[in-house]
């Protein structure tokens, strides 16, 4: 099932199976989804990769509300992204994957075809920082969000995939 965007064309329809591949759920995204879908927490909503369609395709995370389908909440990466030199192509963005952290309620993204990871407080809207080469983002208006390195770094470009990990260690080691 696909929907026709700026780019290639998406699913639109998210199944619930279960192991035998039976189909318990469907549920229908409109501007169609790609790359990932997510459990916020388990058993609970789904946050997806879509597209806003107002111009432009793979820009958008949104949450869907599992026990309706309904899509509860959409954020547009046009919105959070104010550097308007970087949204060059309907393609702009390209998100690959999303994922949220129940700890403090944001999502983080990743735009491969702006070499980073950005971070987003879920309940507000407010970009908490981005994970890319500083070079990338000299002299925008999203500067100030960049984490500064601390050492030599070797940066990622067109990444496909990002995801926070906690780190476990055992004192002493």
Same mark, same amino acid.
């Given at each position: 099932?696909?929907?026709?965007?700026?780019?290639?064309?998406?699913?639109?329809?998210?199944?619930?199976?279960?192991?035998?591949?039976?189909?318990?759920?469907?549920?229908? /995204?409109?501007?169609?989804?790609? *790359?990932? #879908?997510?459990?916020?927490?388990?058993?609970? %909503?789904? &946050?997806?990769?879509?597209?806003?369609?107002?111009?432009?395709?793979?820009?958008?995370?949104?949450?869907?509300?599992?026990?309706?389908?309904?899509?509860?909440?959409?954020?547009?990466?046009?919105?959070?992204?104010?550097?308007?030199?970087?949204?060059?192509?309907?393609?702009?963005?390209?998100?690959?994957?999303?994922?949220?952290?129940?700890?403090?309620?944001?999502?983080? /993204?990743?735009?491969?075809?702006? *070499?980073? #990871?950005?971070?987003?407080?879920?309940?507000? %809207?407010? &970009?908490?920082?981005?994970?890319?080469?500083?070079?990338?983002?000299?002299?925008?208006?999203?500067?100030?969000?960049?984490?500064?390195?601390?050492?030599?770094?070797?940066?990622?470009?067109?990444?496909?995939?990002?995801?926070?990990?906690?780190?476990?260690?055992?004192?002493?080691?």
């Amino acid at each position: 099932i696909l929907k026709p965007s700026y780019g290639v064309p998406h699913a639109t329809a998210i199944y619930r199976m279960d192991a035998f591949g039976r189909v318990h759920r469907t549920m229908y /995204v409109n501007n169609g989804l790609h *790359h990932d #879908v997510v459990e916020m927490t388990k058993g609970g %909503n789904l &946050l997806i990769a879509t597209n806003s369609l107002e111009g432009y395709c793979e820009d958008a995370v949104a949450e869907v509300d599992v026990k309706t389908g309904k899509i509860i909440k959409q954020l547009n990466m046009n919105d959070i992204v104010t550097e308007e030199s970087v949204k060059d192509s309907a393609d702009w963005a390209h998100m690959n994957t999303v994922s949220y952290d129940k700890e403090d309620n944001s999502v983080l /993204v990743c735009l491969r075809n702006l *070499h980073s #990871v950005l971070k987003i407080d879920w309940a507000t %809207n407010e &970009l908490k920082w981005i994970l890319g080469d500083p070079f990338f983002w000299q002299g925008t208006t999203m500067e100030k969000y960049v984490l500064r390195p601390v050492g030599d770094i070797k940066w990622f470009y067109q990444a496909h995939s990002s995801f926070q990990m906690e780190k476990k260690y055992k004192e002493g080691s």
